[in-house]
């Protein structure tokens, strides 16, 4: 199957999956895009001619944080029409792929508002001790700092729990710092 007939026949599937429409744009794998971000890519099967791959996609990136999703996808006679195409896509790839979107989507909106309440603690800590020097990945932060004779250690992970080392600090700037850091973690 060439690049148009390819996006007429989802075109045409599109029409026979509730919510599902067509994103076909030339030079690009087409899509049918649909409900809650769900996102089928249509490829052709090289090596056989008249069947089509319809692939489930995830949302942009998730894959590389995510590395244990699933992988959906089915291939099907293309030749059989597009009624029989968004039957198969129905019955075989979405209630799988559907389950298993929903929970990406759940763990990505989780590590969203962890990565959040850790920007926050962070934000207080450099705030409080301007002269800390910050070192992030994509699973923890770590403020370094030194005020005087006392220095110390925040590592805040992912789940924004903290370990917290603090050297030669008064009674008054220990106080402080963590009297913040509790702030901003309720």
Not at 64 to 70: I, N
Not at 116 to 131: C, D, N
Request: with cysteine; charged share 30%.
């Amino acid at each position: 199957m060439n690049d148009w007939e390819i996006e007429e026949l989802v075109i045409e599937v599109a029409a026979h999956l509730e919510g599902y429409r067509p994103l076909v744009r030339s030079g690009h794998p087409t899509y049918l895009l649909g409900p809650a971000d769900a996102r089928l890519v249509v490829h052709p099967v090289w090596n056989q001619r008249g069947r089509i791959r319809v692939l489930g996609i995830y949302p942009d990136g998730s894959r590389g944080t995510l590395p244990d999703l699933r992988r959906h996808e089915i291939t099907v006679t293309a030749a059989r029409g597009a009624k029989f195409v968004a039957k198969r896509i129905e019955r075989r790839l979405l209630p799988d792929y559907r389950r298993d979107l929903l929970a990406c989507c759940e763990r990505l909106a989780t590590k969203a508002t962890e990565n959040g309440r850790r920007a926050e603690i962070v934000e207080t800590l450099v705030e409080l001790l301007p002269v800390a020097s910050l070192t992030e990945n994509e699973r923890e932060a770590v403020v370094r700092w030194r005020l005087g004779g006392a220095s110390g250690s925040f590592a805040v992970h992912g789940d924004a729990t903290s370990t917290i080392e603090i050297h030669a600090a008064d009674r008054e700037l220990t106080e402080r710092v963590a009297y913040a850091v509790q702030q901003r973690s309720m």
